[in-house]
């Protein structure tokens, strides 16, 4: 089972930038797609930015320009990179494979605001 640790989350301004780290046990992201998904209270947990293992991204339109996926598969981890931060950017953050592992891990909460 693979585990999957979150961390690099913190309270920042708007227009803050703030760099999530997500270390997973194993060598099996470097070659899965793994992405980033957020849960704000009262909604549901959404993908907001993935990368497959031959690198290429995607991201959902509410980021888009903004934040940017990376991995190193060196390390078995992968990044997200946020600028430009806005409150409602503030939520729990997770990454998990796309499609999902069966386990989350515990996630690492970005909250936005002055």
């Known amino acids: 089972q693979v585990q999957l640790v979150e961390s690099g989350g913190g309270m920042v301004q708007p227009g803050g930038s703030l760099r999530l780290s997500c270390a997973a046990s194993?060598?099996?992201?470097?070659?899965?797609?793994m992405g980033w998904y957020r849960q704000a209270p009262g909604k549901e947990r959404e993908l907001v930015a993935h990368?497959?293992?031959?690198?290429?991204?995607n991201y959902a339109d509410s980021v888009k320009g903004r934040f940017t996926i990376s991995r190193d598969n060196a390390k078995n981890t992968v990044y997200l990179q946020m600028n430009s931060l806005k409150p409602d950017d503030t939520a729990v953050y997770y990454c998990?494979?796309?499609?999902?592992?069966?386990?989350w891990g515990q996630g690492t909460q970005v909250t936005c605001s002055l």
């Open positions: 998990n494979r796309v499609p999902q592992f069966p386990s």
């Open positions: 990368i497959t293992s031959g690198g290429s991204t």
């Open positions: 194993g060598n099996i992201i470097r070659i899965v797609t």
